[in-house]
């Protein structure tokens, strides 16, 4: 995983805004189309997104999702054992902290999301994806190449969302069927960072919980946060922690976000993680303060922190010189080396959205490259020193106010000071002689 040696990288958390041929096409999944014009034109539009992103300044890029119809449900094609079920899928933000705390506001919210197809675990968990993931990875691969960028990511979604999204039906308990997941979900992981990308773990989920269950204490939660991270840890063995980037949001709730989980209440348990990196939320007006829990919590040493300087929650442009601001205050204390400035998360995680106008949303971008930018130039410089990554050393201070003053007191007095008089020549010819 590349640090920003130089200068500050950029990066994004994984979806971007879909052409509209590119988001039907992906939303009808194949029904009734033509299959080799389809793979044609998704190859097309990922080398469109991929030098879109590459000639705006993104250094980490990814596909922008766009082979997926979303960051959660596209795993329904890629496990074999998952399959739509009787019902209906409700909206978790009906019965949310927020929805009892702003009746009228989310009563309108949640009919949109509510009535989806319902899916669950119906038999034994099989990785079945492995064609669709290898379309997915050759797009990329290309674009990178003929776009000549460094590195790329490829998002891939953690077992608890699939647990949340997909309702257990068949194994014997909640631990059965979360470790199904993990073993199924391994290889695609695996088969991310063995074709040579950065695998980024998507999982608004896990501080998510808490909102979306209001039954439940905090020490519940966290109890069932340290589940989760051990059940993604196990999915993960085996794979290098440098190529792990891990992504937690508030998921896309353009809402009040009165209740959202608190980062000092997780953060200990989300760094258990095994991960180089790690992206989050700090730019928006619920979780911008809380740089200050990233810089006092215990990182793993040479952590990588990926913080969202541009938000997805609203539809303002963040001034350059703001997310400038932004990316030095976790610069200082972490080191420009060790910072990557990324967003809050993914704008158009579902194929179709429209929270964020795709115009908008590449205006964010730009912001985001500038800031990068100007950021860069007040950061001192790196210097390495014996193969390790030094700070240059500063400047020498001024000198303070009052000594500066002191200085200038003494130097006024010698000027008033009365100079002595030289010698009479008479007096001195007396000398002499």
Known sequence: MKRSSDRLLTTHAGSLPRPADVAEMVRARGAGRDEAADAARLREAVAEVVRKQA????DVVDDGEYGKPSFVTYVRDRLDGIDQIAGVRHSPWGESRDAKAFPDFYSKQVVAASNQPNFGCVGPLRYKGRAL????????????????????FVPSIS???????????????DEEYR????????????AITDAGFILQIDDPRLVTYYMVRPDLSLSEIRAWAERQVEALNYALRG????????????????????HDMQAKDIIDIVLKIRAGAFSFEASNPRHEHEWTVWRDARKPADTILIPG?????????????????RLVKFANFAGRENIIAGTDCGFATFAGADEIEPSIAWAKLEALVRGAEIASGRLRPVKKVAGKAKKAPARKKAPAKRAVARTAVKAKSRAKAPAKKAPAKKARAKRRR
């Open 179 to 190: 470790t199904a997941i993990c073993d199924a979900m391994h290889e695609e992981y695996k």
């Open 55 to 58: 000639d705006i300044g993104i």
């Open 133 to 152: 993931l290898e379309r997915d990875l050759d797009n990329l691969r290309a674009a990178v190449d003929a776009a000549g960028v460094a590195e790329a």
């Open 239 to 258: 794979i290098p922690r440098e190529k792990i980037r891990y992504h937690t949001c508030y998921s896309i709730n353009m809402g009040p976000r009165l």
């Open 159 to 173: 077992p608890a969302n699939i647990e949340s999204w997909n309702v257990n039906k068949y194994y014997a308990s």
């Open 309 to 325: 300087v541009v938000t997805h929650c609203s539809v303002l442009v963040e001034h350059e010189e703001l997310v400038a601001e």
